[in-house]
């Protein structure tokens, strides 16, 4: 059974940075579309990034581009999201997710994904 493990979240103040990481335990990971998503309280969970099986095309909600980049390192089974100029509004629960068929990261949203961490709290102070 496949898992993803997210971890770096915590406490930061806007402005700041922080550098999320989500391991998978799959033997097949390069072959996975991975996704960040977030889910903040009395809200829906929603996109946030996302990266191709073949790093080759990432994508952004318009929320958090230019300030959070994906990419990953397929020789640790791991990827990442760094989040630098936090805002207040960032605050939320960060899932990662991966897509074995690969093909989900275009999609911009929760469709696809077969597997989700158990997530990591970010937040951020004003």
């Known amino acids: 059974q496949e898992q993803l493990v997210e971890s770096g979240g915590g406490l930061a103040q806007a402005g700041g940075s922080l550098r999320l990481s989500c391991v998978a335990s799959?033997?097949?990971?390069?072959?996975?579309?991975m996704g960040w998503f977030r889910q903040a309280p009395g809200k829906e969970r929603e996109f946030v990034a996302a990266i191709s099986w073949s790093a080759g095309n990432t994508y952004y909600a318009d929320s958090v581009k230019g300030r959070f980049s994906i990419w990953r390192d397929n020789a640790k089974n791991t990827v990442y999201l760094q989040m630098n100029s936090l805002k207040p509004e960032d605050t939320a629960v960060y899932y990662c997710?991966?897509?074995?068929?690969?093909?989900?990261?275009?999609?911009?949203?929760?469709?696809?994904?077969?597997?989700w961490g158990q997530g990591t709290q970010v937040t951020v102070s004003s």
């Open positions: 799959t033997r097949t990971f390069s072959t996975y579309a």
């Open positions: 997710a991966g897509d074995p068929e690969g093909t989900a990261a275009q999609q911009m949203g929760p469709t696809g994904y077969d597997f």
